[in-house]
């Protein structure tokens, strides 16, 4: 015992004296004369426009801490107050309220000064008044993600009668354009993921963590789905799908979400149109692996609500309460079970392959993957945030 | 389901129109009757932002700078700028004119150039602007200079002298430690400026090494308008009626991006909108006016609710400009503005640049007009 505490103690002490004699020398202090000017940063990490002006969420990082000691607006120095007051220490967030009498559709910046005198820009691309948290808004928000992500899964299981009725080579077709559609949604959605978190307080590195998530979250599905180390149902891998597609559209719900709240949504209707169009692909990915059964009614609503419902509650957390860093970290979950679905799908779809000549299946393979991809990028022209 | 298009009525409503035929089209598509609006929704929610309260004039409608500069701290306070008048150690010299020495040290100093905001500046006697050196025409004036700061630094006077005393790379240059005595006769007189001229010179200029430089005119050498050049001449009845400011306009680029964060008059953003200046409205003011603005090609100054006659280089004594309202100033350029509240009610007359993206980013202060000031 006392053995063990010396091996595992012994290290960490001499990392104490390492950290301890570093401090007592400071060996960068001499050759640069001095302590350098220290590098502050500051990021916004929510907007909010009502009648009493603007409010933002800013977040510090850098080594120092960040005292914001004026607020420009357009170009004027503005009344401003902090909550909580005070030099924000590394990592640490507040709320500066900015009484400005801002237009509606007009763009606005905002220049933070520090004590130091840097300056940290911020843009409301379109000032919209932001939407208050109440019934009327959650419900359209509701409806809106119905659109954005329920209808179109639905709408797409629709092809099941028609998938069904085409044997063994339609099957493998499917699957095929189901490996291509998820390829899509996997390089969006890690894309996605990596410009968010580029857009996040510096000091965060939500760039490594969206990698570090994505991995693990493949690595943790995969062992969860052999739990019990035998094969998967049709049914699992179909929920599988659904699940993974579902955090996509938790993402997509974000994005659409968010642009909203800010008003940064470049045609409104045609974008959730766009992403009907876009997501009706998903349905046909999902029902892929049920053909060669025959799925219950209340099983096909299950998978639905499993891919779709999570684009409703990415619309209220969008709008209502965005911040950069998790919305990256939530895609980046999206990302990693993604990933696990097409290895999935891929192995279902070799096993298949397996049983028939190769000359045979690789067309029909290549030209379901190629579509898959197709059919989503073409739709996915429609969707511009 | 009529009213499809109210789903998403966040969105812009100049967009309005594209957002109703989107949302038609998704109804098509489910085989439901839409109603397509092209309608624009009326603004909502922001509409009391513009009616949000203004207080006093120190808020200024809430465009102001936050908070209080530490006077104490940097040294120098804008309100004493304004009339701190150094006419140097007098002696006598040949030919019965007078000896005025100066002594200026340059070094290096953070100071507070808006509340909160720490700029390192380089100084000229710890201040910016510098000491508002004051002699009179045909004086000798001599400069010890010292640079205490960490670069080479200089002394420029605009005025006539040798090229030996010229303060420029290889006339006058001082490295840091050392010093030098820049010696010239006062002339010609008028409302004038120094600066260091160590390059890079907008470097030099704008950390803060720069002042003005008054030579007031000798009524004997202007025989024929000894009583206006008397009015000039500090320290003579005539002058004692007027109150005399010195104003140099000038501006800080807090984050050395060659663009300027900050505008002032006399270095400090509204200091003079927080205190205002105040007139004695039975007495003529006169304003000693410097632009060392760096980045802006030019700087402005406005008057309100009144006009003026200018100087221009305050090298005459009769006006270049007559009854104007407002005057703009190339980088160095300067002159004698000189107006009278005499008629005018009490209260607080405003001043500016007129370039509004100075005014808002700092340079704007207030005249307090009283009927009698202690």
Not at chain 1, 244 to 260: K, M, P, Q, R, T
Request: charge should be negative; glycine fraction near 10%; proline fraction near 6%.
């Amino acid at each position: 015992m006392t053995r063990a505490i010396v091996q595992i103690g012994g290290p960490f002490a001499a990392l104490l004296l390492l950290v301890a004699a570093f401090f007592a020398y400071e060996p960068l202090r001499k050759p640069f004369g001095g302590t350098p000017p220290p590098v502050e940063e500051l990021t916004v990490e929510r907007t909010v426009l009502d009648e009493s002006g603007i409010a933002l969420k800013v977040r510090a990082g850098g080594t120092d801490p960040v005292s914001i000691a004026q607020v420009q607006v357009d170009g004027a120095f503005w009344r401003f107050t902090q909550d909580p007051p005070g030099a924000l220490p590394r990592l640490s967030g507040a709320w500066v309220l900015i009484p400005y009498p801002w237009v509606e559709g007009e763009t606005h910046k905002i220049v933070f000064v520090t004590r130091t005198g840097l300056t940290f820009e911020h843009e409301i691309e379109v000032a919209w008044p932001t939407p208050k948290v109440d019934a009327e808004a959650l419900g359209r928000l509701t409806l809106a993600g119905l659109f954005l992500g329920v209808l179109p899964v639905a709408l797409g299981m629709l092809f099941y009668p028609a998938l069904k009725s085409g044997g063994a080579v339609t099957f493998q077709f499917a699957m095929a354009l189901t490996v291509g559609l998820l390829a899509f949604l996997l390089v969006d959605t890690l894309g996605s993921a990596l410009e968010i978190a580029g857009r996040a307080a510096p000091g965060l590195k939500s760039a490594l963590l969206v990698w570090i998530i994505a991995a693990l979250s493949c690595l943790l599905l995969w062992g969860l789905t052999r739990w019990r180390g035998q094969e998967f149902t049709p049914l699992g891998l179909a929920a599988s799908i659904a699940f993974a597609i579902g955090v996509h559209n938790l993402g997509e719900g974000l994005a659409v979400g968010s642009a909203f709240a800010s008003g940064a949504a470049a045609l409104g209707g045609f974008l959730l149109l766009g992403f009907t169009l876009h997501n009706v692909t998903e349905g046909v990915g999902i029902i892929a692996p049920l053909l060669e059964r025959r799925p219950q009614l209340s099983i096909l609503a299950g998978l639905v609500c499993l891919a779709g419902l999570p684009a409703v509650l990415g619309l209220w957390l969008g709008t209502f309460a965005y911040t950069n860093h998790w919305a990256a970290l939530a895609l980046a979950l999206g990302a990693g079970a993604i990933l696990q679905v097409i290895i999935e799908v891929g192995l279902l779809l070799r096993r298949q392959i397996g049983k028939q000549s190769q000359s045979r299946a690789y067309p029909v393979v290549f030209g379901g993957l190629i579509l898959g991809v197709a059919i989503m990028y073409l739709t996915g022209l429609l969707v511009q945030i | 389901m009529s009213r499809m298009n109210d789903w998403l009525r966040w969105g812009a409503s100049r967009r309005g129109l594209l957002r109703a035929s989107g949302l038609s089209l998704i109804a098509g598509a489910l085989g439901a009757a839409a109603r397509a609006q092209s309608t624009v929704d009326e603004p909502q929610g922001y509409a009391g932002a513009h009616r949000m309260p203004t207080n006093a004039h120190g808020d200024h409608g809430g465009m102001i700078t936050v908070g209080e500069v530490d006077y104490a701290r940097n040294g120098f306070d804008p309100s004493k700028v304004l009339t701190d008048w150094d006419q140097g150690v007098v002696s006598p010299w040949t030919d019965g004119r007078t000896l005025r020495e100066f002594t200026i040290t340059a070094q290096d100093k953070e100071i507070e150039i808006a509340p909160g905001i720490i700029f390192p500046a380089w100084t000229y006697n710890g201040r910016v602007p510098g000491p508002t050196l004051r002699v009179t025409e045909g004086d000798r004036v001599r400069i010890n200079f010292i640079n205490s700061g960490s670069h080479t630094h200089t002394i420029h006077f605009h005025g006539i002298h040798s090229a030996r005393m010229d303060g420029v790379p290889g006339a006058g240059e001082v490295a840091p430690g050392e010093s030098f005595v820049y010696e010239f006769d006062a002339f010609p007189f008028g409302c004038h400026l120094y600066h260091c001229h160590s390059v890079p010179l907008k470097r030099h200029i704008h950390k803060g090494l720069y002042g003005a430089f008054i030579i007031d005119p000798d009524p004997a050498r202007h025989p024929a308008q000894a009583e206006l050049a008397a009015a000039r001449l500090l320290g003579t009845p005539q002058n004692a009626h007027w109150q005399e400011f010195v104003m140099v306009m000038n501006a800080f680029d807090t984050n050395f991006d060659e663009e300027n964060e900050v505008y002032a008059v006399n270095t400090v953003a509204h200091a003079y909108t927080r205190q205002p200046i105040v007139i004695d409205r039975r007495r003529p003011v006169r304003i000693y006016l410097v632009n060392v603005t760096e980045f802006d090609p030019i700087n402005s100054f406005h008057l309100h609710a009144n006009f003026f006659d200018y100087y221009d280089t305050g090298t005459s004594l009769t006006p270049t400009l007559k009854t104007v309202d407002m005057i703009t100033q190339c980088q160095a350029q300067r002159g004698i503005i000189e107006f009278t509240y005499a008629d005018h009610e009490t209260g607080p007359y405003m001043f500016h640049a007129h370039q509004s993206e100075f005014v808002e980013l700092g340079w704007m202060g207030f005249f307090d007009v009283r009927d009698a000031v202690a």
